[in-house]
């Protein structure tokens, strides 16, 4: 009881602090549903980092079916390849999505899940200081349409999430054919500009309408803790 206490003060004199970890049921009873409803048996994971939301699906979700997650930072990958060993049902590829098949170099952020081949603006350094970069890192980079026939099959009722750090818009460019057969994609989606180029709320929303799927559901995701401001959102859409 002591230690806890005596790492609990010391964290706070850094800014910090820990608590028992909690899930958010509402988010996990609306993915939980969805997820039924649409019959959704492939799960594209993309920017998967550790696994942190293919253990939120199996966890509180309750999804047991097929889950392929993608992860381009080698330490990340380490971690998520050593999660996924022990389910059956959930294959990782280290590599990242966009809009080639090539090489490209990567900003590795001090709390790894904001890592990004786009440069990271001041808002975003301002909300979260310990997500500053550390360095960079050479990745493969692949299209979905160059992959996605051998991951599924005309029969799969897919659902693709695009967590990329800004980089979302050009995950959806090298996946134009890949489109017509998703059936759901969940993205997130930045309130205000957190990485040089990245395309906002609006601008996305208007692009997933374009490509012919409808905005489901809105799950709130990343904000500043001084101000209550919410940075970012995950948007759900659908073809019906």
Same mark, same amino acid.
């Given at each position: *009881? ?16 820990? &608590?028992?970890?909690? $899930?958010?049921? @509402?988010?996990? $009873? ?15 994971? #993309? ?20 889950? =392929?997650?993608? !992860?381009? %930072? ?7 390849? !050593? ?28 709390? +790894? ?6 440069? *990271? ?17 050479? #990745? ?6 160059? #992959? ?9 009722? /897919?659902? *693709? ?6 980089? !979302?818009?050009? /995950? ?9 057969? #998703? @059936? $759901? /994609?969940?993205?997130? =989606?930045? %309130? ?5 180029? !990245?395309? %906002? ?12 799927? +409808? ?7 990343? &904000? ?13 859409? @659908?073809?019906?």
């Amino acid at each position: *009881m002591n230690l806890k206490y005596n790492l609990k003060k010391l964290l706070r004199k850094f800014g910090y602090d820990i &608590s028992r970890y909690k $899930s958010d049921p @509402h988010k996990a $009873s609306r993915v939980q549903k969805l997820l039924r409803s649409y019959k959704i048996d492939i799960v594209l994971d #993309i920017g998967a980092n550790t696994g942190q939301f293919a253990e939120f699906l199996r966890k509180d979700a309750e999804y047991s079916k097929k889950i =392929m997650s993608f !992860e381009p %930072l080698s330490s990340a990958f380490s971690l998520l390849k !050593e999660k996924a060993e022990r389910d059956l049902n959930w294959v990782v590829f280290n590599t990242a999505l966009g809009d080639m098949n090539g090489t490209s170099q990567i900003n590795i952020a001090g709390n +790894s899940q904001s890592s990004s081949l786009l440069e *990271m603006l001041p808002t975003h350094l301002k909300s979260a200081p310990q997500s500053s970069y550390r360095g960079k890192e050479t #990745i493969e980079v692949k299209k979905l349409d160059s #992959i996605f026939d051998d991951l599924c099959s005309a029969n799969n009722t /897919v659902y *693709m999430k695009i967590d990329t750090q800004g980089f !979302e818009n050009k /995950v959806l460019e090298g996946a134009e054919n890949a489109l017509q057969r #998703i @059936h $759901s /994609v969940q993205m997130e =989606m930045s %309130l205000v500009p957190l990485y040089q180029g !990245e395309l %906002l709320f609006e601008e996305l929303y208007s692009l997933m309408k374009e490509k012919g799927y +409808s905005l489901v559901t809105i799950l709130p995701g990343f &904000s500043d803790k001084k101000t209550g401001q919410l940075l970012q959102v995950d948007g759900i859409f @659908h073809r019906f």
